[in-house]
C-alpha cells in the first residue's frame, strides 16, 4: 500500500472520528482545540557515533474531556526527527497521530492546571534528506510506532482560551528501515519534544 494512500485512510478515519463525536460536544461541552507548534531533539539507537539534531513540529491537537480530571487528546503533527554521524546528517520528515490518555490535576475552575499523559504515536514517513540531498524513499519503513508519554501546564489566558506547554518523549518501537534493509540491530528513533500550544474550548465543560 502506498504511503499517500496510507496517510488518505488516517486522515479519514481521524476525520470520521472527530465527525462522530461531533453532535455529543455540543450537548456535552466537552471539546477544546487548536494549533501547536514545537522543536524535536531527535536521535536513533545502534548507530555508532550518532548525535540528535533539531527538527520543527507542527500540527493540530484535540482534547476531548470524560470529566475535568481525565481526557483523550488526538493529534496530527508533521515532524522532522533524525540523526547525524560523524559524515552525514539525516532529516526525515513523517506524519504523527499521537493518542494520549491525559489526567489533569486541579479544579476545572483553576487557571493553572499541570497534567500527565502517555499513549501511542503511529508515524507515517513523508521522505527525507541525507546531507541536504533526498533519501531514497524505499529504504525507510513506512509506518513506525511509538511509546509516548510527558507532562506539561495548561494557562487559562482567556475565557475558554488556554496556553499549553508540553514536554514528552518518544521512545520508538520500530526499526526506521524498512524490513527488507534489515540488518544487525534495530535501528529505532527516539525523541524529546518541547511544544507550545493554544487550545480553543468550543464550549463549557459543566
Given at each position: 500500500m502506498s504511503t499517500k494512500r496510507i496517510l488518505f485512510i488516517v486522515l479519514m478515519l481521524t476525520t470520521s472520528w472527530i465527525a462522530s463525536n461531533a453532535q455529543d460536544a455540543q450537548v456535552q461541552d466537552r471539546w477544546s482545540n487548536g494549533p501547536r507548534g514545537g522543536v524535536n531533539f531527535a536521535n536513533v539507537s545502534n548507530v555508532q557515533e550518532s548525535q540528535s539534531i533539531t527538527g520543527v513540529v507542527l500540527g493540530l491537537t484535540t482534547t476531548y474531556s470524560f470529566n475535568e480530571n481525565t481526557g483523550l487528546t488526538l493529534e496530527a503533527l508533521y515532524s522532522v526527527e533524525g540523526y547525524k554521524e560523524p559524515f552525514s546528517e539525516f532529516h526525515l520528515r513523517y506524519l504523527q497521530i499521537p493518542l494520549y490518555f491525559d489526567y489533569f490535576f486541579g479544579q476545572l475552575g483553576d487557571r493553572l492546571r499541570p497534567k500527565v499523559y502517555a499513549?501511542?504515536?503511529?508515524?507515517?514517513?513523508?521522505?527525507?534528506?541525507?546531507?541536504?540531498?533526498?533519501?531514497?524513499?524505499d529504504y525507510y519503513n513506512k509506518v513506525l510506532v511509538a511509546a509516548s508519554a510527558g507532562f506539561g501546564?495548561?494557562?487559562?489566558?482567556?475565557?475558554?482560551?488556554?496556553?499549553?506547554?508540553?514536554?514528552?518523549?518518544?521512545?520508538?518501537?520500530?526499526?526506521?528501515?524498512?524490513?527488507?534493509?534489515?540488518?544487525?540491530?534495530?535501528?529505532?528513533?527516539?525523541?524529546?519534544?518541547?511544544?507550545?500550544?493554544?487550545?480553543?474550548?468550543?464550549?463549557?465543560l459543566e
Open positions: 499513549g501511542i504515536v503511529p508515524g507515517f514517513f513523508l521522505g527525507g534528506t541525507a546531507n541536504e540531498l533526498d533519501v531514497n524513499h501546564v495548561n494557562y487559562r489566558i482567556a475565557n475558554r482560551v488556554w496556553l499549553n506547554a508540553d514536554l514528552r518523549s518518544y521512545l520508538g518501537l520500530s526499526d526506521i528501515r524498512s524490513e527488507v534493509n534489515q540488518t544487525g540491530e534495530s535501528i529505532k528513533p527516539s525523541n524529546i519534544q518541547l511544544s507550545l500550544g493554544i487550545c480553543y474550548g468550543l464550549s463549557k
